[in-house]
DNA sequence: TCTGAACATGAGAATCAGTATCAACTAGCG
DNA sequence: CGCTAGTTGATACTGATTCTCATGTTCAGA
């Protein structure tokens, strides 16, 4: 549906001065950024790129898993540049700061309880807030 | 600050024919649903009810504990009348359809995890999600 | 290097969930 | 009954994200 146009890409990803825009300012961010963000940065740094095509690129990037990307309480979705390896995200309702977690504990038991259920092709989020150190102080 | 109107409750929390509608259109429907569609079901029903006031009232359940949200991935929130306890969901991506799984050990992990890294106050979700056995038929 | 067709871009309109506004309404206490 | 704080709802608004589509680019092949 929707055929519009925004064509159908045959499978070819093409290099352009916005992707790479893109791709590297979140890359020196660090942290999580949301698109409007992201574009504001860009803008800042004398980069024009469309707010659109800001939004195209982060998700082409996050459908190649070279970005995370979390839904934010408040519904709006962050991204950042991250290890490709499976994590978890432990982050600090204060100040924003994450921190990459690992489980292997966890995997297992979304598994086997998805297992136990009937459930194929499993997938699991895991998200774990707190206040960190540094704003306890 | 906003304080126009819709003032600051003392604390009181009336029933009204609006309320108990949505809550039992709720428990009827057992699985999650959005607001809107809990909306259009009050509305099938001739229960003639403001979205608005939909909304109002599912913050308010949710905010008690006695209906369950869920962030979908496409940013729309999901609401059910739920067990208070502590829980998580194991969704099928394709019909809908909700379990609820309770993991000890997740439990424990997160804590440790969050504890190792300095974090406290912390709060943790959990989403697992896959194809039901039904519609893998 | 030149070409052209597939891809990509962007300005602005369109969507859409959720929130704010505020006058009119009503539950429930006395 | 009468009063008043709590509620409601039509509607305007916000803010994120997607769509539209004419125009600009990339890059493989000649």
Redesign the pocket.
């Known amino acids: 549906m ?1 055929d ?16 790479t825009a893109v791709s590297s300012a979140l890359a020196e961010a660090g942290g999580f950024l ?3 963000d992201l574009h504001d940065r860009l803008a800042a740094q004398g980069e ?6 800001v ?3 982060l ?1 082409s990037l996050a459908s190649t898993g070279e970005v995370d990307v979390l839904l934010r309480d408040d ?3 962050v991204y950042r540049r991250c290890s490709s390896a499976h994590h978890h995200h432990l982050v600090c309702r204060e100040c924003g700061r994450t921190e990459e977690v690992t489980g292997p504990t966890v995997e297992a038991w979304a598994t086997a309880e998805a297992e136990r259920h009937g459930f194929r092709d499993v997938r699991h989020t895991v998200e774990i807030t707190g206040i960190c150190a540094t704003c306890t102080l």
């Open positions: 929707t519009g146009h925004e064509s159908a890409p045959t499978g070819v990803r093409r290099t352009t001065r916005q992707r949301s698109a409007r024009r790129v469309g707010i659109a095509t939004y195209r690129t998700a519904g709006e979705s």
